[in-house]
């Protein structure tokens, strides 16, 4: 899911990969890397028609969702990202980029609720949006 810190950006600092395989962080002991899967977006509410059918048009895919946190909407595409390894430890992790330097528990998804609401298909979105589903 990544990615402000209030986002849940998909990306942080995990451990290193030379040396002895120790957590960076002794708080994402125990996590699976979740901000290192499913990459997370910033987008617009949807207003016009035309934007909600874009948008019903990505919901189709199941591995798309939209959540919406403080108001502001966000696109999720599931996913894996290309540095972690088998074990979940990240083999960049000198070089990671900024956005995964600033994303840190406890401010991230492995500690509570990151959404106040998810939309998985096209009928919750017309539904969120108090829309009759088009047909
Ligand atoms: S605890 Fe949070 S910051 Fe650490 S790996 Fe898990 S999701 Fe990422
Ligand atoms: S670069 Fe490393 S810290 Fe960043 S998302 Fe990929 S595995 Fe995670």
């Given at each position: 899911?990544?990615?402000?810190?209030?986002?849940?950006?998909?990306?942080?600092?995990?451990?290193?990969?030379?040396?002895?395989?120790?957590?960076?962080?002794?708080?994402?002991?125990?996590?699976?890397a979740k901000?290192?899967?499913?990459?997370?977006?910033?987008?617009?509410?949807?207003?016009?028609?035309?934007?909600?059918?874009?948008?019903?048009?990505?919901?189709?895919?199941?591995?798309?969702?939209?959540?919406i946190?403080?108001?502001?909407?966000?696109?999720?595409?599931?996913?894996?990202c290309?540095?972690?390894?088998?074990?979940?430890?990240?083999?960049?992790?000198?070089?990671?980029?900024?956005?995964?330097?600033?994303?840190n528990?406890?401010?991230?998804?492995?500690?509570?609720?990151?959404?106040?609401?998810?939309?998985?298909?096209?009928?919750?979105?017309d539904?969120?949006?108090?829309?009759?589903?088009?047909?």
């Amino acid at each position: 899911m990544s990615k402000t810190k209030t986002h849940r950006t998909n990306v942080t600092g995990r451990k290193r990969k030379t040396g002895p395989r120790q957590r960076m962080l002794d708080a994402c002991n125990g996590c699976p890397a979740k901000c290192c899967h499913d990459l997370v977006m910033h987008i617009t509410k949807p207003r016009t028609r035309d934007d909600i059918d874009e948008l019903k048009w990505e919901l189709q895919y199941d591995t798309v969702r939209v959540f919406i946190v403080n108001y502001r909407w966000h696109r999720i595409i599931a996913g894996r990202c290309m540095y972690l390894d088998e074990d979940n430890f990240c083999t960049i992790y000198d070089r990671r980029p900024k956005r995964c330097r600033e994303h840190n528990p406890p401010d991230c998804e492995h500690y509570g609720e990151f959404y106040d609401v998810m939309i998985s298909t096209p009928e919750e979105l017309d539904e969120h949006l108090g829309r009759k589903p088009a047909g």
